[in-house]
């Protein structure tokens, strides 16, 4: 499967966005995905996940409240919905894809999309 990710761009503080991850190749209904991100020299990080149906949610302590990530599957796409950014939030955000069930762990996700870059101002 081949993951598009889109969406990004510069907002203040408090501010939203969402981002899309689009699949092709394969649908996306076979796949548990998964958003994480990457700050200018940190480790990659998990944010959300959403399990194939789209009925179970995980997020990363830091984000729960404001994101939220959702799937269509007719329409072969993954969202993510973020609010109330911070600048923390600044990084670039890359969709995942995991043969697994639901899960945060970086090494479980089987495909990568490009990274699409967010920056939050204060």
């Known amino acids: 499967v081949q993951l598009q990710a889109s969406g990004g761009g510069l907002v203040q503080a408090g501010g939203s966005l969402r981002l899309s991850c689009a699949a092709s190749g394969r649908t996306v209904s076979s796949y548990t995905m998964g958003w994480f991100r990457q700050a200018l020299g940190k480790e990659r990080e998990f944010v959300a996940a959403?399990?194939?149906?789209?009925?179970?949610?995980y997020y990363a302590d830091s984000v729960k409240g404001r994101f939220t990530i959702s799937r269509d599957n007719a329409k072969n796409t993954v969202f993510l919905q973020m609010n109330s950014l911070k600048p923390e939030d600044t990084a670039v955000y890359y969709c995942?894809?995991?043969?697994?069930?639901?899960?945060?762990?970086?090494?479980?996700?089987?495909?990568w999309g490009q990274g699409t870059q967010v920056t939050v101002s204060s």
């Open positions: 995942a894809a995991s043969y697994r069930s639901i899960t945060a762990a970086l090494p479980d996700y089987d495909y």
């Open positions: 959403i399990s194939r149906s789209g009925g179970n949610t």
